[in-house]
């Protein structure tokens, strides 16, 4: 078993780059979570199709959100990238997220070697409004048909908030 939080640190973060581990694959109905006491991939629930992941969502190893889990990404690709596979990927942002009264970062990153993309997409304005929306949409929805709780997006912001929101999220790790 491979316990990331141990195996990878979160990253370079003067050179706007991050370690993230991916747990769900874009267009992906399957919620994975990794299990950080065993060290596995499991199978939380299957949502409705209409709630497929609009990119590749996973975490950053040896962080904390104050949610309690491990600080989340979200990776864009050209292509959805499996399960337990783990990228250097270059920061463009953070989607601000409360999910039941609490905060529930999202990372925003491309692949810091995809020289296709990476080379295109150089900030989160680069991403398109379609884009955000498409995002917006999905994480203030995706629990409505179940009502698993209340979900609220609070807007995106820049690399520097970004920085902000992983160097909390690290030391938070680092003081449990």
Aim: proline residues 5%.
């Amino acid at each position: 078993m491979t316990d990331y939080n141990k195996l990878y640190t979160p990253g370079d973060l003067d050179n706007l780059k991050i370690n993230t581990v991916v747990e769900i694959s874009e267009k992906s109905i399957l919620k994975i979570e990794y299990n950080r006491d065993k060290g596995t991939f499991e199978l939380d629930r299957v949502e409705p199709a209409i709630f497929a992941k609009p990119s590749n969502y996973g975490f950053i190893p040896a962080t904390l959100d104050d949610d309690g889990d491990e600080l989340d990404t979200l990776l864009v690709t050209p292509e959805p990238i499996p399960t337990g596979v783990v990228v250097e990927a270059k920061i463009l942002g953070v989607l601000n997220f409360e999910d039941g009264g609490e905060m529930d970062h999202k990372i925003i990153c491309v692949p810091a070697t995809d020289y296709d993309n990476g080379e295109r997409i150089q900030s989160l304005d680069d991403l398109g409004e379609a884009w955000k929306s498409k995002v917006e949409y999905h994480f203030s929805t995706y629990k409505d048909l179940k009502k698993r709780g209340t979900t609220k997006v609070l807007g995106f912001g820049d690399v520097a908030a970004a920085i902000e929101v992983i160097k909390d999220c690290i030391k938070r790790y680092k003081s449990q």
